[in-house]
T-cell receptor
């Protein structure tokens, strides 16, 4: 039962263009969402997050959009840079509780020069 | 220089042997987590602990055991009962608050033959 899904295993984007990574979820009780970036053989690093009371959060080149009615969130990276090549995971959290995160399968982003 | 350390980076064991993975944090975080990552899959929660001397099973706890005798340490033992132990193991920690953000260690690659 995959509550958080990233349906695109990989994405290739030209340097300087916009990268859009998508994530869908099934549990309407999730109230906080996060994006992590992961390089091979390293731990994930936090990128950006959004609370369910917002529909957009921006941090430099990274913007996360949340569409609660569609149970969909997306991460926009603009402009894309070679260092952005990595695997990106979205994660969702339920209110209160133990702050457990439910992760998607990840999308491998490749930025081409 | 605060962070999470996991040792060793690579670990090799023979089938049938128990093995313990180390996780230490000096961030003064209350909660700690263990995840497993397999190729093409997201992070799956094995165990988590919110306070010292207390821990709960995650989604895939079978074949694993943990202890939390100190706030800074959360070792994971992969027992011989775990049917597919070869994987990349990640430890994380977090504070309780509004962000749900978890900080990850560099991971341990366990190979069992």
């Amino acid at each position: 039962d995959q509550q958080v899904k990233q349906n695109s295993p990989s994405l290739s984007v030209q340097e300087g263009r916009i990268s859009i990574l998508n994530c869908d979820y099934t549990n309407s009780m999730f109230d906080y969402f996060l994006w992590y970036k992961k390089y091979p053989a390293e731990g994930p690093t936090f990128l950006i997050s959004i609370s369910s009371i917002k529909d957009k959060n921006e941090d430099g080149r990274f913007t996360v959009f949340l569409n609660k009615s569609a149970k969909h969130l997306s991460l926009h990276i603009v402009p894309s840079q070679p260092g952005d090549s990595a695997v990106y995971f979205c994660a969702a959290a339920l209110p209160q509780g133990a702050q457990k995160l439910v992760f998607g399968q990840g999308t491998r982003l490749t930025i081409n020069p | 220089d605060g962070g999470i350390t996991q040792s060793p980076k690579y670990l090799f064991r023979k089938e049938g042997q128990n093995v313990t993975l180390s996780c230490e944090q000096n961030l003064n975080h209350d909660a700690m987590y263990w995840y497993r990552q397999d190729p093409g899959q997201g992070l799956r929660l094995i165990y988590y602990s919110q306070i010292v001397n207390d821990f709960q099973k995650g989604d895939i706890a079978e074949g694993y055991s943990v202890s939390r005798e100190k706030k800074e340490s959360f070792p994971l033992t992969v027992t011989s009962a775990q049917k597919n132990p070869t994987a990349f193991y990640l430890c994380a920690s977090s504070i309780f608050g509004d962000t749900y953000e978890q900080y990850f260690g560099p991971g341990t690659r366990l190979t069992v033959t």
